[in-house]
Structures are given as C-alpha cells and as structure tokens.
C-alpha cells in the first residue's frame, strides 16, 4: 500500500479500525482507570512500571537488532526509548517509598517477553506491530495517564518519567508515523500477519493489565 491508496485502504487505517476493538478492551481494563484516580496504593503504579520495564527491554533490544532492517528501522526512533526512564522511575518510587523491584515479572509479563522474542527480533512485521502497539499507545492515552497518575500520587517528574517524551511532539508524531506506516514496503501477507499481530500485542497487554487488576484487587 502507499499514500497514493484510498485512505481505506491505507495500513495505517486499516491497523486503527480493525483493532478498534482491542484497543477500547485494553483501555477499558479498570485497572489503569483506578490508577489514573488514585484510588490504588502507589506501590501498584510502581508494579505497573516494573512490568512495563520488562516488555522495553525486550521490546528495544528488538530495535538494536532490526535496526539495520530496510524496513523495520525506519520505524526505529531514539527519543522513543523508555527503558533509561523507566529505570529511573523506578529507583525513585523504590528510594521514596521501598516500592515493586523490577525483577519482579508476572506470567502475562514473561509470555509477552516470549512473544517479542520469537517475532519481534527478526521478523519486520512482527517489531512494527509490536512497536506500533506500543509507543502509539503511549503517545496518545499515556499522555493522558501519566499527568493524572502524577497528580494522584505527588510525583513531582521523578517517578513518572516514563510519560515523557522531550523534544516529541505526540500529534506531529503519530501523523509522521502512519505516514511511515503507509509506506512500508510490505508485502500483501506481511500486512496480513502485522494485522494478526497487532491484536496479539493488544491481547498480551490485555492480559498484563488483567493480573495487575487481579493483584491489586
């Protein structure tokens, strides 16, 4: 597909409106509702970061290796990378309060792991759609989430770095990124396996967030 394609017929459109309904499942999880009120211990925040520190250090070590993929690394952004805030929120919430080390991984954690190690490292398809599901999803509803979980525990920019994304602008972003999407030089299967894919992701995140509510219930 390029841009020269009906906008219906456009990856990028294809990706939004055939996962739709995943997507409103994962966000509707509860779990990160309640965060966003505060209504949970920070302690389940920090397990929420601990997890997600686990997935992006799979996930970007996925990106060091496709990197040099004529495909995949144009979908493969420094200012992206959350791994060092992660980590550093995690020190934070662990010197202010002793909370979640991140050597703690859930089982859904761990079988999201897997996943990304089996399709993500060498296959283009399978790191875009990881990768799509992931920082599109960050710079979008996380741009929301993170300012009230910031408010609703007093973190003040350390603790919630993770949210932050300098010098990005998120529109302009994701504008540029289904530009890229649009034009990705995929084959009619590899588009159908990124599609398959992308409601995998959305189910391994489904299944993360589900355990935490479950834990922190």
Known sequence: MTLADPPTQRLSVRLRTGT??????????????RLAAGSLPRAAYADLAAQHWHIYETLEQAATAMAGDPVAGAFVFPELTRLPALTDDLA????????APRSVALPAT????????????DKPW????????????????????????????GLNGA??????????????????YRELLDAAAFSPEEERLLL?????????????LAELKERWA
């Open 196 to 208: 398959a894919e992308v409601s995998e992701a959305y189910r391994l995140n489904i299944a993360v």
């Open 126 to 153: 399978g790191f875009v759609a990881h990768h799509y599901t992931r920082y599109l999803g960050d710079l979008s509803g996380g741009q929301y989430l993170g300012p009230a979980i910031a408010k609703a525990y």
């Open 20 to 33: 739709r309904t995943e997507h409103d499942e994962a966000q509707g999880s509860g779990f990160l509702d």
């Open 159 to 176: 603790g919630h770095r993770f949210f932050v994304f300098e010098g990005v602008s998120p529109p302009e972003f994701r504008s540029r």
């Open 110 to 121: 761990r079988e999201y792991c897997a996943r990304l190690r089996k399709v993500a490292f």
């Open 92 to 99: 934070e919430l662990a010197r202010v309060g002793g909370d």
